[in-house]
């Protein structure tokens, strides 16, 4: 079966600090892979999206990257966070663009 | 704006009954999909119906798609203290290729 895998559950950050957060999924290839950004009592933004390999696709511009090193690896980068990335990052994983998504169990960022 | 936008925001209800909660969207679609999310947890994804789909059901869970008024409710009968979740639609609209969320129904079921 399939599972997804986030870490760290909860991280606080200074402002200025840098940012890593890893998604994996394992019992899949090739899946498409999604950021999402949760505010507190929101729906979810879109951050970036992969179809494979090297391919990031982002949604909105901002203080934020993504990468895909691996075909079941994708990570989450900042260079300096702002007090504004605080919120709940979920990682999800589909395997076709209009199917169902997993999600994994989030990482919640308090950036002071 | 959203393309899908969940009706009420919050909705409260005694144990045992139906809770019922609406979603509509702007542009035509593809799918419609119901997901689920425990306070600080990750989505849980409930049912998916296609556009040429009326009606779903999944054990409690009754979807329903009206394409030409825009718009999707989900049922839960009997509903249970553990159905005390927010309830998010999300959609998949055509030309789009991605699900967009919307901002969820909190739902509590008092015991």
């Known amino acids: 079966s399939q599972t997804i895998h986030q870490w760290p559950a909860t991280l606080v950050q200074p402002v200025g600090s840098p940012l890593s957060l890893e998604c994996t999924v394992e019992?899949?290839?090739?899946?498409?892979l999604y950021w999402y950004r949760q505010a507190a009592g929101r729906g979810l933004q879109l951050l970036f999206y992969s179809v494979g390999i090297g391919q990031i696709s982002s949604e909105v511009p901002q203080n934020l990257s993504a990468s895909r090193p691996q075909d079941r690896q994708f990570i989450l980068s900042s260079k300096k966070l702002l007090l504004s990335d605080s919120g709940f990052y979920l990682c999800?994983?589909?395997?076709?663009?209009?199917?169902?998504?997993?999600f994994g169990p989030g990482t919640r960022l308090l950036v002071l | 704006s959203q393309q899908g936008e969940e009706d009420p925001q919050a909705l409260s209800i005694q144990e045992g009954e139906n809770a019922t909660m609406n979603c509509s969207y702007k542009t035509s679609i593809n799918n419609l999909q119901w997901y689920r999310q425990n306070s600080g947890r990750g989505l849980v994804h409930l049912i998916l119906?296609?556009?040429?789909?009326r009606e779903k059901h999944s054990g409690r869970l009754r979807v329903t798609l009206d394409t030409s008024k825009k718009s999707s409710s989900l049922l839960i009968t009997a509903s249970r203290a553990a159905d005390t979740a927010s309830y998010f639609c999300a959609t998949d609209a055509v030309g789009n290729e991605k699900l967009t969320f919307g901002t969820g129904t909190r739902l509590t079921i008092i015991p």
């Open positions: 119906i296609r556009s040429n789909e």
């Open positions: 999800a994983w589909s395997q076709g663009r209009r199917e169902t998504q997993y």
């Open positions: 019992g899949t290839s090739n899946p498409n």
